[in-house]
Structure formats: structure tokens, C-alpha cells
């Protein structure tokens, strides 16, 4: 196994040098109409590529895990990225260097990073094209019963994983029915032998120490490598993390990747970034003309201005168009499909999502988001927290102009619990999986799904 992952890594490292170099020499004849190199030049590439390599070591761009997700790599590249870019900038600036172009520098950047990206995603494309072929996998077994490996036979039996389930062995007397074959824990040790077993996949309860340890020794003494996913029913639905507060392993039940706070500092960036983009090219306009609408519409304020539940459960002001006539139910009663409450106008802002765009300046100023769970009124967050299980995770990050559940649907009145819980699953899930590019996702969707209509809109 340990030489297929060198294999791999060999086959990224050549793959991002090479797309490096390509950059860079692209940008030189954009630049100067020649590929003829001079000196300085090719020290900048060389500098550049072994730059680049020291710090994807740092940050494993170049081991390829089989469960890992494309986006948490991306991620890890655009990180390599920068930081490529600011020690190059520094050792540049320290040595009083003034015979690189500046233009080409631009190019050759900008080139660097599209390439990369397209052939990482590429690469992992072809990767997995290449294990479904029945390549680059490792062979496996399994200890456990059926009902406690449910989920992981069904994750290494498929094959862009780069797993071969070759079989499970149970600890009983009674024959396991699965699609995998199965066999008493007696014949684990001939088998292994046998059929050259990598990884060894334990799923069993681990009270029982003696016979857990000899699994261990016998996994150690057989180079083969023991994974241990043990029966955690009660936390079956839960992504689990195990964590070491010095020496002691910890159980954390929920990944939340904007406990971070290099991760808070670039959500929070990437917020500024777009609200004010949003606020100057869009709301510098159409709030004027917004405004002249909805004051012919009906007589009251141009903006609609709440108590919601923000991070923490700590009220905020929140920000929308009036799309009702005033009334004393705004605080107590949702929007439903034919409200007559609603003005002219204000169905069609409702309709379109253009009654949100004042929150931009919610996230301006730093108690939204552009992506997160949306803030329910104060009424609605104390009720539904009740009698729905996981509804107060949502406060636990910023709340969001869209979010999760809104760019897969949910959107406008909840007319029963099931609506609410659905919401709660898809916001909890979006909580335990962060990234920024899940973000940019969500916002293009909420996009597409604006132009495409969606009838749940009140």
C-alpha cells in the first residue's frame, strides 16, 4: 500500500511541477513573445517549483487519502497558493530585485493557480475512472457483525473509493448474511495470509480488551494497517471526531470546521468582499427606486425591521423591504402563499428574493453571513426549539442571507414540523461541513434557483 501512495504522490508532484513550469512559460511568451529563458527567469521557475513543493508537504497536497473530499483539497491548495505567492514576494523584495516583469509576475500567478486547479480536479476525476477499472485499491476485510457495518460495507464496496472488500469475519457462531462473503474470526489470520490483506477494518465493541489486543498484535506483526470504527449506536447519526487533550483521547460529536479561526477570518473576509459588492453595484440603485415603490404602494416605512435569533441566540435587528401593509402580526405570524397582508409590490420582492437584499447590510456589519442558517423570528426560534431536536445547533454560526436548506428548496412559510425539521437537518449539515467553496456553491445555486423560480415562496 505504502508504494501505491508513493506512486501517487510521484504522480501529483510531477503533475503540479510541470503545470507550474507550463505557467509560467506561457506567461513569458504573452509577456515577451519568446520562449527563449534568460537566466533570472529560470531561477524564478526553479525557486518557484521547489517553493511550491516545500510547502505541499507542509500541507499533504501530495498524499491523496482515499475518504478525503475534493473540495477540503482545494482548499489545501489555494492555501499552498498563497503562501507560495508570499514567501516568493519576500525573498524577491529581500534580495532588491526590479529585473522581473511585474505583468508577467500577474500572468504567470494567475495561470498557476487555474492550472492547478483544473488538473487536480481532473487528476481526481481520473482517479476515480481508473479504480472503478479496478486499479489502485487496497484489499480489506472487515471484524464485525452486519448491523454494525452496514454503512461501511456499502462505502468500501464501491470502487472509485479504491477499496476491494475482499470479506467479513464475525465473532459468533452464527453466519453473517452480506454481499460480501463471510467467515468465523478463527479463519482471519489464514485469510490474511492468503489473499495479502492491507487493511483490516474493526467494527466490534471495544470493551473487550484482550481480544481487541490481539488483533492489534497480530495487525502489527503482519504490517497490515487496523482501522477501528466501534459500535457507536447512540451516536450513529453524529460525524464524530476523536481529539487528544494531551495524552487522554476526547470524542467530539460534532465537526465544526468555523471553530477555527483561520476559517472564521476568511468567511468573515469573503462576507465583507461580497456585501459590499452587492451594496455599491446593486443596492446603490435599486434601493432609490425600491424605495419610490414601495411608498406608493401603502403608507409605512421602506424597510421592515425585526428582532431575529442570531449567533448564540442573541437577538439582532434584521433587515428587509416591507412587502406588508403595517400591522400588529408581523412579529407573531410568517407570510403564508396568498396573504393578504402582502402588497403589490411586495409579493413580487417576495417572489424574486429582492425583499432580502437589505441584508446585505446586516452582513456588512457583521450579524449575517451571506451563506448560513436563515434567522427565524424570536416567537418561532423559542417554539420550534421545543419540539425539534438539533434547532438551536443553527445558532452556533452566523445566520445567512441563504443558506443550505434554501438553495435545496426550503424556502418561504413552514406549513408543518416535517418543513422545519428538514431545514434543521440540511443547516446542521452545512454547520459539520463549512468550507468556503460550499459557500460559493450554495450562493450559485440560490442564483440559479432565483432565475428558475420556486414555488415555495410566499
Given at each position: 500500500?505504502?508504494?501505491?501512495?508513493?506512486?501517487?504522490?510521484?504522480?501529483?508532484?510531477?503533475?503540479?511541477?510541470?503545470?507550474?513550469?507550463?505557467?509560467?512559460?506561457?506567461?513569458?511568451?504573452?509577456?515577451?513573445?519568446?520562449?527563449?529563458?534568460?537566466?533570472?527567469?529560470?531561477?524564478?521557475?526553479?525557486?518557484?517549483?521547489?517553493?511550491?513543493?516545500?510547502?505541499?508537504?507542509?500541507?499533504?497536497?501530495?498524499?491523496?487519502?482515499?475518504?478525503?473530499?475534493?473540495?477540503?483539497?482545494?482548499?489545501?491548495?489555494?492555501?499552498?497558493?498563497?503562501?507560495?505567492?508570499?514567501?516568493?514576494?519576500?525573498?524577491?523584495?529581500?534580495?532588491?530585485?526590479?529585473?522581473?516583469?511585474?505583468?508577467?509576475?500577474?500572468?504567470?500567478?494567475?495561470?498557476?493557480?487555474?492550472?492547478?486547479?483544473?488538473?487536480?480536479?481532473?487528476?481526481?476525476?481520473?482517479?476515480?475512472?481508473?479504480?472503478?477499472?479496478?486499479?489502485?485499491?487496497?484489499?480489506?476485510?472487515?471484524?464485525?457483525?452486519v448491523n454494525n457495518s452496514?454503512?461501511?460495507?456499502?462505502?468500501?464496496?464501491?470502487?472509485?473509493?479504491?477499496?476491494?472488500?475482499?470479506?467479513?469475519?464475525?465473532?459468533?457462531?452464527?453466519?453473517?448474511?452480506?454481499?460480501?462473503?463471510?467467515?468465523?474470526?478463527?479463519k482471519l489470520e489464514e485469510f490474511c495470509y492468503q489473499y495479502s490483506v492491507e487493511e483490516i477494518f474493526?467494527?466490534?465493541?471495544?470493551?473487550?480488551?484482550?481480544?481487541?489486543?490481539?488483533?492489534?498484535?497480530?495487525?502489527?506483526?503482519?504490517?497490515?494497517?487496523?482501522?477501528?470504527?466501534?459500535?457507536?449506536?447512540?451516536?450513529?447519526q453524529r460525524k464524530l471526531i476523536i481529539d487528544f487533550y494531551g495524552a487522554l483521547p476526547v470524542i467530539i460529536l460534532r465537526n465544526e470546521p468555523l471553530q477555527d479561526e483561520f476559517n472564521r477570518l476568511i468567511k468573515r473576509i469573503f462576507d465583507i468582499i461580497f456585501s459590499s459588492i452587492a451594496i455599491i453595484l446593486v443596492l446603490s440603485w435599486l434601493l432609490p427606486l425600491l424605495s419610490i415603490l414601495i411608498k406608493i404602494s401603502s403608507k409605512g416605512p421602506v424597510f421592515f425591521v425585526q428582532s431575529r435569533s442570531g449567533l448564540d441566540n442573541i437577538e439582532f435587528k434584521c433587515y428587509k423591504f416591507r412587502t406588508m401593509v403595517v400591522n400588529s402580526l408581523s412579529d407573531q405570524e410568517q407570510a403564508t402563499k396568498n396573504d393578504i397582508r402582502i402588497t403589490k409590490i411586495g409579493r413580487f420582492l417576495r417572489k424574486t428574493s429582492l425583499d432580502e437584499l437589505p441584508q446585505f447590510f446586516n452582513v456588512f456589519i457583521g450579524n449575517m453571513s451571506v451563506v448560513g442558517p436563515r434567522p427565524h423570528m424570536l416567537v418561532h426560534t423559542k417554539s420550534y426549539s421545543e419540539i425539534i431536536d438539533n434547532y438551536m445547533v443553527r445558532q452556533l454560526v452566523l445566520p445567512g442571507i441563504t443558506g443550505a436548506a434554501q438553495a435545496n428548496g426550503f424556502r418561504g412559510e413552514t406549513k408543518n414540523i416535517k418543513d422545519?425539521?428538514?431545514?434543521?437537518?440540511?443547516?446542521?449539515?452545512?454547520?459539520?461541513?463549512?468550507?468556503?467553496?460550499?459557500d460559493i456553491k450554495l450562493i450559485l445555486i440560490t442564483f440559479v434557483n432565483l432565475f428558475k423560480g420556486q414555488d415555495k415562496a410566499a
Open positions: 500500500m505504502r508504494f501505491k501512495k508513493n506512486k501517487l504522490s510521484i504522480f501529483f508532484i510531477v503533475g503540479d511541477t510541470f503545470h507550474l513550469t507550463l505557467a509560467f512559460l506561457l506567461s513569458y511568451h504573452i509577456s515577451f513573445f519568446t520562449f527563449d529563458f534568460t537566466d533570472n527567469y529560470l531561477f524564478l521557475i526553479i525557486i518557484t517549483n521547489l517553493i511550491w513543493l516545500f510547502n505541499g508537504m507542509i500541507f499533504k497536497i501530495f498524499d491523496y487519502e482515499r475518504a478525503s473530499r475534493i473540495e477540503f483539497q482545494i482548499i489545501n491548495i489555494f492555501k499552498v497558493f498563497l503562501l507560495t505567492i508570499l514567501i516568493e514576494s519576500t525573498i524577491l523584495f529581500s534580495i532588491k530585485s526590479n529585473t522581473f516583469s511585474s505583468e508577467l509576475l500577474i500572468n504567470a500567478y494567475t495561470l498557476t493557480f487555474l492550472l492547478l486547479l483544473f488538473w487536480r480536479v481532473f487528476s481526481a476525476f481520473l482517479l476515480k475512472k481508473y479504480r472503478r477499472l479496478g486499479f489502485n485499491f487496497n484489499k480489506v476485510v472487515i471484524i464485525g457483525s452496514k454503512q461501511l460495507i456499502q462505502f468500501l464496496s464501491n470502487p472509485k473509493h479504491g477499496y476491494k472488500l475482499l470479506a467479513l469475519f464475525y465473532n459468533n457462531y452464527e453466519k453473517q448474511k452480506t454481499s460480501c462473503p463471510s467467515y468465523p474470526i478463527e474493526f467494527t466490534e465493541s471495544i470493551y473487550d480488551e484482550s481480544y481487541l489486543s490481539r488483533i492489534i498484535k497480530f495487525c502489527d506483526y503482519n504490517m497490515i494497517r487496523l482501522k477501528i470504527s466501534p459500535d457507536f449506536q447512540a451516536f450513529k422545519m425539521q428538514d431545514r434543521v437537518k440540511y443547516d446542521v449539515w452545512y454547520i459539520e461541513n463549512w468550507s468556503l467553496l460550499l
